[in-house]
């Protein structure tokens, strides 16, 4: 039986937008604009969209690196304690940032480069309870054998090593205090593809080892293909579509997650497709358009598309649970 | 067509990588870049040279910088009086060691002084924002939009002349400069992706923001200490040369410099202000060359 | 913020020694006045009332152009400020103007033959220009121009036989011109360093790929880009323009703002030292404004209100 | 080979050396490759292969501490035959052909375009410098130009700044610039790489319709296996400074020979193959540049090194269109044909 280990329900995440001579909010970036999620415990879930469609923003405010505008995010124990996340204040919240951690995209920022690499890391055992130095070297020391680099590596400083290298040590760093959920923002996107390759196969092995379930976000779907079991697309703030990682490729039901999916080259001569090209660009999120928020480029759209706003609906395909976002689906739902 | 030396150098690099004859000194690369600045060494160089002359003024000169001697009056540069001797006999050379040692110490420890009070608040104001930065902003733009001098001498006017005055002044009006340019590093720095880490460990803001940001601003911040302690010791010269900072009786470089506002000593007795000025001029001179090699050595944008 | 300023200064003014009865009548008066007399005066001036409406008071006849009396000459301070005034403002904008030009072009040289032996010369001239204090400069500049080489006169302005505009240019030389240098090293500094910031952006690739002269590429593209923070730091500059004048007028006996200001302070003549500084606020506050409207004129991007 | 007159640009043996911090990166060493006309391209690399350093020695658009060593770069303009290694850096010559013979378009167009000019301005600078169309003329080429990239109301569009344009509609604007004198070859760097794939799409969309309607040879850079297989003639693939297999799309695609471009293939998931796909990593991690290893640059991190790869490999000529640079290739090509 699958368990969940999180639930968001209709999170948003607003900023506003400040202008004029008295930084009078004018309007709000709708980041994240009602999103509901569950996240079960022990999958890969794949949250992958265009840039500005809100997936990073919603993968910190799970950890409240940005505080939701409205909403819940609710963490479930493995003893199926329920504790609502974001109206916590902020001392009582430690117990579950151990619980939840996350692996950046950039290598070449997400180090400190004036701390050594133990350095960097040990504040965070200290404040959990670690005090003696033998051991919070030991933890690391651990860490960076199980990620394929050398123990002795943890005094050296972030510049002597390389954007892979820097990445698993950023793994390290999101492992230290043995969560349960990592967050993985674009965590393989800055890196050439001979070292994505590495650091994806990493992922999955210590994924088994250490029982881990992944939030993993990107852009590239062919990369949540390979990865994920579960993966939801993101438009605008919104999840338009969330199934099974071989439905999406198989039985699309949402026509963005179409065009995106034919967007992608193909390195395979075999499997060339032509490509959906869509019109126009992304509209702003401080704006969004009425109706559907696809309506604009999409092929498809008809009358009821530019008027109303479609909700998540839950449908069957290949027998697993289907979830999409449009009103032109013929498949039936299901309650 | 003739080599360019550009050309010529590339040659030799080139010939060097290839015969792996090339320098594998294990030197920081800042230190390196640092040393190769000819500028910035010959002012670390002077700038070491005359401190060391002020620390150790009274070993340098059998002379008394505040002892009248009517009977050596306005003596030209001698043998025995190196700079010449000022209208009441007073040993000059005397005076401008003894007077760098209060210039160096205003400038220095008001430059030192002001970036610690900034950047106590710029780091916290500008990682964490809310009311405090707002609050410390305004405060710094009251300071900032007095020209710099005005203000020391409004406030001068209001305290009234001495040492300790003036350098309480220069740290009031000095740390605003500091601060915003710690605010602004740390506006940058909040964004990196270490610091949401820590974020994401709810490490506390103390910790996050003086343990782990502070190091990675300190090199602008260094620079600008350098620079504003240049300022200070000029704002300090120009002061006591219009008799308005530090009392008459301390010998500064500015105070030395006073004199010179008399046309007739200007005419005809040179030795009483020139070695002075050129000797500020010097140092300013060395100090700014100081934080211009450290900041293009600390600049990873420049490469050469 | 030019109110808060204004308060604070008030502020100041009112913990200064003296009574504010004796800034507001001129010393002729006062000499006749008895205690009554002032007693009366002080209740007729409101002087008995709160601290808040007496700067309220202070500050409205202030806009009203009544500046109070310096407790000096016993001379208006609003007629010192039409005297003065102007000759700062001539001495400063001559400089203002000389040292823009000077310095951007010099910068913008030094940029372009980056490394060269021009380059060096020209940073290390400007190093030095920023390090020799200015009124070490103009002694020397005095030394050596107007009292061995006589041919400038040492200073003054407007002396009695003095009618033509021409009279007065070689007054003006060599003050403007040593204030314009310490300006121009700075200015040359900043046009240099924001030059070779703009001049590794990728658009001068862009316009180099597009087959432009190199003139073109270096002066529409890249100067044109380069000047506006040359502009902003100018403005930010001005402050030490006007410190930098009032050393300067010191030096050279130029009757402007800046030596009355000096000579207030000596003679702790406050109502005339609050008022001269409140102005210099009033004339940075007005600069910066003026900055930022000629950045958005410059700068399409700032002019749309959006980056 | 080929029939000469089909071929746009040949470069030969190109050598393109940096000299920063007091030491020589040997760039691009020895690279030489065809370009055809009306044909693409592409050049596939990881970061630092020097795929963006020959397209920059192309164009002599190479910074100031850095220089072409050796080597020829023919570009056949009417008829005759330039060598372009030869002419003056920033020259009358290299300008001439500089946005008119060969044009190029960037990775970011958030930075390649002006900030403080309009997007019209910019573009028509180009037509004014390499012809003689009067003002009215080259306005309305410059609309037609932004008309024809997909650019909707191009009249209003001309006179407003490059930042209120999106992303994508900026790469178009960069390739309007590019197209407006009928370049021979366009030099594309990563033209995609900071777009987002819908946007991606669209981009090639446009770029193979002006390489359909004008016969433009296109080099495309780009570090992207799938972006080749969409849209090249011909590949050639990068490492550490040498091109280490060449050949059209379907050679280098459907039957590698060089292990690294086997590698690269199989170290990307592909999109369609579903969930229990077999991925590779590449062992190790990209040599230092100041630091190479002799022989083979790739052979540390090669599953099939030997001793003979401390020598560093000849080109061999497969077939007539497919060439690798590999001592082992034979029992390579042997094993996974």
């Not at chain 2, 040369?241 to 046309?263: E, K, M, S």
């Not at chain 4, 330039?82 to 060969?102: C, Q």
Request: hydrophobic share 40%; with cysteine.
């Amino acid at each position: 039986m699958k368990k969940e280990i999180l639930k968001l329900r209709g999170v948003k995440v607003h900023f506003p937008v400040q202008a004029g001579v008295f930084n009078r909010v004018v309007g709000h970036v709708l980041a994240v604009d009602g999103v509901d999620l569950d996240i079960f415990r022990g999958e890969v879930l794949g949250l992958a969209g265009e840039s500005g469609c809100g997936k990073t923003t919603l993968g910190k405010a799970i950890l409240r690196l940005v505080e939701p505008t409205d909403g819940e995010v609710k963490y479930i124990s493995q003893d199926d304690d329920e504790t609502e996340l974001t109206s916590l204040e902020k001392k009582d919240m430690d117990p579950f940032r151990k619980k939840l951690q996350i692996v950046f995209q950039d290598p070449h920022s997400s180090l400190n480069p004036s701390f050594t690499i133990f350095g960097s890391l040990q504040d965070p055992l200290k404040k959990f309870g670690i005090k003696s130095k033998e051991e919070r070297r030991k933890i690391i020391g651990d860490l960076l054998e199980a990620v394929n680099m050398r123990r002795e590596y943890m005094d050296r400083y972030p510049h002597e090593f390389s954007g892979g290298q820097r990445q698993r040590i950023g793994i390290v760093r999101a492992l230290c205090l043995e969560p349960e959920l990592i967050v993985c923002d674009e965590a393989v996107s800055a890196l050439d593809v001979s070292i994505q390759a590495q650091v994806l196969k990493l992922l999955m092995q210590l994924k088994k080892e250490k029982n881990l379930t992944y939030l993993f976000i990107t852009h590239d779907l062919s990369v949540t293909e390979y990865l994920c079991d579960r993966i939801a697309v993101m438009y605008l703030g919104r999840i338009v579509e969330l199934c099974d990682s071989e439905d999406l490729y198989n039985n699309t039901l949402h026509p963005y997650s179409e065009a995106l999916i034919s967007a992608i080259p193909v390195a395979d001569l075999d499997k060339q497709t032509k490509r959906i090209v869509l019109e126009g660009d992304v509209p702003s999120p401080v704006n969004p358009p009425k109706g559907c928020p696809f309506h604009p480029r999409c092929p498809k759209a008809t009358d009821i598309c530019k008027t109303e706003v479609p909700t998540l609906k839950k449908y069957s395909t290949n027998g697993n649970e289907h979830y999409a976002s449009c009103h032109l689906i013929d498949l039936p739902e299901i309650s | 067509m003739a080599k360019s030396s550009l050309d010529k150098k590339f040659d030799q690099i080139r010939k060097r990588e290839e015969e792996k004859t090339f320098s594998t000194k294990k030197r920081s690369r800042i230190v390196n870049k640092f040393l190769n600045n000819r500028l910035a060494v010959l002012g670390l160089i002077i700038f070491t040279i005359i401190i060391l002359a002020s620390i150790f003024a009274p070993l340098l000169s059998p002379y008394d910088p505040m002892r009248v001697d009517l009977r050596s009056m306005r003596q030209p540069p001698s043998f025995d009086h190196w700079f010449g001797t000022d209208s009441t006999g007073r040993d000059v050379f005397t005076r401008v060691l003894f007077g760098g040692r209060v210039s160096i110490f205003i400038g220095l420890g008001s430059a030192i002084l002001s970036a610690v009070v900034g950047i106590a608040v710029g780091c916290y104001a500008g990682y964490k924002g809310g009311w405090i930065d707002v609050i410390a902003l305004r405060i710094s733009e009251i300071f900032m939009s007095f020209p710099q001098i005005i203000l020391v001498l409004l406030l001068v006017s209001i305290t009234g002349q001495s040492l300790f005055n003036l350098m309480a002044i220069f740290i009031l009006t000095g740390w605003g400069g500091m601060y915003r340019l710690a605010r602004a590093r740390m506006l940058s720095l909040r964004e990196e992706e270490y610091v949401q880490a820590l974020r994401s460990f709810g490490l506390s803001t103390f910790t996050i923001c003086y343990k782990h940001m502070l190091p990675n601003a300190l090199s602008p911040i260094m620079v600008n200490i350098t620079l504003s302690t240049a300022m200070f010791i000029l704002t300090e010269a120009g002061l006591s040369f219009l008799g308005l900072g530090v009392p008459l009786n301390i010998p500064t470089w500015g105070n030395i410099l006073n004199v010179a506002q008399d046309i007739l000593i200007l005419q005809n007795y040179w030795w009483m202000w020139g070695p002075v000025g050129i000797v500020i001029s010097v140092f300013v001179l060395c100090v700014n060359f100081i934080g211009d090699g450290l900041r293009d050595s600390t600049d990873p944008s420049q490469q050469g | 913020m030019l109110l808060v300023i204004s308060f604070l200064v008030y502020s100041g003014l009112e913990l200064s020694p003296g009574d504010a009865v004796s800034h507001m009548i001129s010393p002729e008066l006062a000499s006749t006045i008895t205690a009554e007399q002032l007693d009366a005066m002080r209740e007729a001036y409101g002087l008995n009332q709160s601290f808040l409406t007496r700067y309220w008071i202070w500050l409205t006849s202030m806009v009203q152009g009544d500046m109070g009396y310096s407790m000096a000459g016993g001379v208006a301070i609003s007629e010192i400020m039409v005297k003065t005034v102007p000759a700062t403002l001539e001495l400063s904008m001559v400089a203002l103007f000389f040292s823009t030009i000077l310095g951007c072009s010099l910068g913008v040289i030094s940029a372009l033959k980056r490394g060269s032996g021009t380059d060096n010369s020209l940073t290390v001239a400007g190093m030095a220009g920023v390090s020799i204090p200015e009124f070490f400069f103009g002694l020397v500049a005095i030394l050596l121009f107007a009292i061995e080489l006589k041919w400038l006169p040492v200073g003054g302005r407007l002396l009695p036989h003095y009618e033509t505009l021409w009279d007065r240019i070689p007054n003006i030389v060599l003050p403007s011109l040593v204030l314009a240098l310490m300006m121009t090293a700075g200015a040359m500094r900043y046009a240099r360093s924001s030059m070779l910031d703009v001049l590794a952006r990728e658009f001068i690739t862009t316009a180099r790929s597009k087959g432009m002269p190199e003139w073109r590429v270096n002066i529409l593209h890249g100067f044109r880009v380069a000047l506006t923070p040359v502009v902003v730091l100018i403005g930010f500059r001005l402050p030490l323009l006007i410190g930098g004048s009032t050393i300067i007028e010191q030096v050279y006996q130029w009757p402007g703002i800046g030596s009355m200001f000096i000579r207030s302070v000596r003679a702790s003549d406050y109502p005339l030292v609050m008022t001269i500084s409140l102005m210099y606020v009033f004339v940075v506050l007005t600069a910066s404004l003026i900055i930022d409207v000629l950045t958005a004129l410059i700068d399409p991007r700032v002019r749309l209100g959006k980056e | 080979m080929e029939d000469k007159n089909n071929i746009a640009l040949s470069v030969r043996d190109l050598k393109t050396f940096f000299y920063t911090n007091n030491r020589c990166n040997k760039a691009v060493n020895g690279v030489s490759f065809d370009v055809e006309k009306g044909k693409t391209l592409c050049i596939v690399g990881e970061s630092g292969c020097g795929k963006s350093v020959t397209a920059a020695t192309i164009m002599q658009l190479l910074p100031t501490l850095s220089r072409i060593e050796e080597g020829e770069i023919k570009f056949q303009k009417d008829d005759k035959i330039i060598n372009i290694e030869k002419l003056e850096k920033n020259g009358k010559e290299m300008r001439e052909i500089r946005g008119s013979d060969i044009a190029m378009i960037f990775q970011d167009p958030m930075t390649a375009l002006n900030p403080v000019y309009t997007v019209g301005f910019q573009i028509s600078e180009n037509l004014k410098y390499h012809t003689n169309l009067s003002k009215k003329e080259i306005r309305e080429k410059c609309i037609s130009l932004l008309n024809d990239m997909g650019i909707p109301l191009p009249e209003k569009r001309v006179d407003e700044y490059p930042h209120s344009y999106s992303g994508g509609m900026r790469q178009r604007a960069m390739i309007a610039m590019a197209m407006a004198c009928n370049p021979k070859i366009l030099i594309a760097d990563e033209p995609t790489t900071a777009l987002d794939v819908t946007i991606q799409a669209q981009i090639f969309e446009l770029m193979d319709k002006l390489k359909k309607e004008n016969d433009t040879a296109i080099i495309l850079i780009t570090h992207d296996m799938g972006v080749v297989a969409e849209l090249a003639d011909n590949v050639a693939v990068m490492y550490m400074g040498n091109i280490v297999e060449a050949g059209t799309a379907d050679d280098v695609l459907r039957r590698p020979t060089h292990p690294y471009t086997k590698a690269l293939l199989e170290s990307v998931p592909v999109l369609g193959r579903g969930k229990n796909q077999d991925i590779n990593p590449i062992k190790g991690s990209t040599p230092d540049p100041y630091n190479r290893p002799i022989g083979c640059q790739f052979a540390p991190r090669c599953n099939w090194q030997t001793e003979s790869c401390d020598v560093m490999p000849e080109i061999t000529q497969i077939n007539e269109t497919h060439q690798v640079r590999c001592h082992k290739y034979e029992q390579f090509f042997e094993k996974y044909k």
